[in-house]
């Protein structure tokens, strides 16, 4: 079992950055690949980028890529999305989430998901 919990989000003006935070609790929280995903109203939820169990391999979608980073520090068991330039389009709530399946850009691919932190870019 692992519970998720996001933080850091926040207003903020475009162009400017977050870092959001998802601390999780239990033993094997290593032993799970990590994904960022978000969800605006009104809309499906997105694939924001995902990390593997050892932070050997990172993946985004077009939509964020060089702008956004994910690292993990599996001794603090917490995983971080860095996330600059931002944009409006990146309104949201975003979610953290625990998964050892494929493909890492699906949401069904995780099995534990945090509460959500709001990210909200003004103009």
């Known amino acids: 079992q692992v519970q998720l919990v996001e933080s850091g989000g926040g207003l903020v003006q475009a162009g400017g950055s977050l870092r959001l935070s998802c601390a999780a609790s239990?033993?094997?929280?290593?032993?799970?690949?990590m994904g960022w995903f978000r969800q605006a109203p009104g809309k499906e939820r997105e694939f924001v980028g995902a990390i593997s169990w050892g932070a050997g391999s990172t993946y985004y979608p077009d939509s964020v890529k060089g702008r956004f980073t994910i690292s993990r520090d599996n001794a603090k068991n917490t995983v971080y999305l860095q996330m600059n330039a931002l944009k409006p389009d990146d309104t949201a709530v975003y979610y953290c989430?625990?998964?050892?399946?494929?493909?890492?850009?699906?949401?069904?691919?995780?099995?534990?998901w945090g509460q959500g932190t709001q990210v909200t870019v003004s103009s």
């Open positions: 239990g033993r094997t929280f290593s032993s799970y690949a």
């Open positions: 989430a625990a998964g050892i399946s494929f493909p890492r850009w699906r949401d069904t691919a995780y099995t534990y």
